[in-house]
């Protein structure tokens, strides 16, 4: 509905024009956004902030792991503010039985957070769909980017698993604090240009 723009004013107009109904389709709705940012964003900092129940009531073209792969390869974090669902009418929820059922990895929400970096913040249990999105916005502003130099000098475009975690004298992980980060990245891929023949 809106391009990029630090107009916040803008953003609140557009938002404010759109009319929930009909099926959600979560998962491609993410990956269009994911895909979107980098392209268009190349240079900035990418998070995708999904206002919705987490319900996916239509069957995507794509599915979680599409989803994850292009959000660590374009550095994209996907955070979820949770929202109380309302009940769907069996007429809403024909097109999904039509076009096949939903499978389990087609997509889940928590999961692609998590595998991102992100997290699901629930107004449930904040209290509110201000507060909700008041913390995801905190948690923005306290992310930090780490780098280092792999031992694994290989460009070969496989997945490379990472793990953050604090010192032990900070506590115990999940228990003391929480660290919310991406399950790890994919190396570069060498290009090697093609040889004119004689």
Request: charged share 25%.
């Amino acid at each position: 509905l809106e391009d990029l723009t630090t107009d916040r004013q803008r953003i609140a107009n557009r938002i404010a024009t759109i009319q929930a109904g009909g099926g959600t389709n979560i998962i491609d709705a993410l990956f269009d956004s994911v895909y979107y940012l980098s392209a268009v964003a190349r240079d900035r900092r990418r998070v995708v902030i999904l206002v919705s129940d987490n319900v996916n009531s239509t069957k995507p073209r794509s599915n979680q792991n599409h989803v994850v792969r292009m959000a660590m390869e374009s550095e994209t974090v996907v955070y979820s503010v949770k929202t109380v669902g309302e009940y769907m009418p069996v007429t809403m929820r024909i097109p999904t039985w039509a076009g096949g059922l939903i499978g389990k990895d087609d997509g889940s929400v928590s999961k692609i957070a998590k595998e991102t970096g992100g997290e699901v913040i629930d107004a449930a249990v904040t209290g509110s769909l201000d507060t909700a999105l008041g913390t995801a916005i905190m948690r923005l502003k306290l992310r930090y980017t780490l780098g280092y130099n792999s031992t694994n000098p290989s460009k070969d475009g496989s997945f490379r698993k990472i793990d953050v975690r604090l010192a032990d004298r900070y506590g115990r992980a999940d228990s003391d604090y929480s660290v919310s980060s991406r399950r790890g990245y994919y190396s570069s891929v060498e290009q090697v240009a093609a040889k004119a023949s004689p």
